[in-house]
């Protein structure tokens, strides 16, 4: 068994192994915010205490295998957590997807445990969603200028990425990688779908293969202007190697064949 089939079923016992327990924290709101982590132990308690302040929605943290103390830290915050055993990256969307896809909610809302993303932006999101009908609400740093350094290697990137999805699909996006995003229920089972079709397998493109799986469907995709802040502390997860990130350009083309199969 190759590696990339044991962390899918890793990451899918994770899902049915939650989905089997209850849920004192979940109070059955609208929408599901979700926030993905790793290692993140001087940020995750402020994201989590700044979303219950800003809006009155369950919260999932669906956590991938930390060392540090970000699992401690969960346990007293007296919040719903899907551990991993194992990093997932990217696919941590899907099993944020599917337990509130199952568990019925219209919403699922992702920030970022790393505290560069405002929870006040929350529901504007949601506001968002619920004014224009659309299926995903993505939370965008370049909505009113790109704001990324064009010659850097994360600003090239981010270019190229919007180019794309515009050269294929006629649809300007402005921020293709943001770690900010609304699916309502409708979005989440196209993207559930077509990973269960073998769409979806690299997380290195996953978000940029999600969007151009989505505008191929005539799925209703908008963008609101948001604050992003830098790290302050650790490092960003997108490329956890020289390797990965050298292979972005064809993992890219390979993915967008796939989502045009």
Known sequence: MNHEKTLQQLRSQAVKEFL???????????????????????????????????????VIVVEDGSTDATLSILQHLGVEVLSHPTPMSSWNILSALEVGHALGYKYIIKIDGDDQQDPRDIP???????????????????????SAK????EGSGMWFCS???????????????????LWNRRSA???????????????????????????????????????????????????????KLAMFPFNLVRSTFRAFL
């Open 20 to 58: 089997s327990l209850n849920h004192p924290h979940f109070l059955g709101s609208e929408a599901l915010v979700y926030i993905p982590v790793f290692n993140e132990e001087h940020t995750i308690a402020k994201v989590v205490e700044g979303v219950r302040r800003f809006c009155n929605f369950d």
């Open 124 to 146: 504007r999101l949601y506001s968002h969603a619920i004014q224009t009908g659309a299926d995903t609400v993505i939370g965008s740093r370049h909505l009113e200028r790109f």
């Open 150 to 153: 064009i010659w850097s290697v």
């Open 163 to 181: 180019k794309l999805l515009y050269l294929l699909s006629g649809r300007r996006i402005t921020d293709t990688t943001s770690g900010f995003k």
């Open 189 to 243: 089972q196209v993207i559930i779908q077509a990973f269960n079709e073998g769409k979806l397998k690299d997380v290195t493109t996953f978000l940029v293969e999600e969007l151009l799986i989505t505008t191929k469907r005539n799925l209703r995709i908008e963008e609101i202007n948001v604050a992003m802040y830098p790290r302050q502390y650790g490092e960003s997860k997108c490329y956890a190697s020289k390797k």
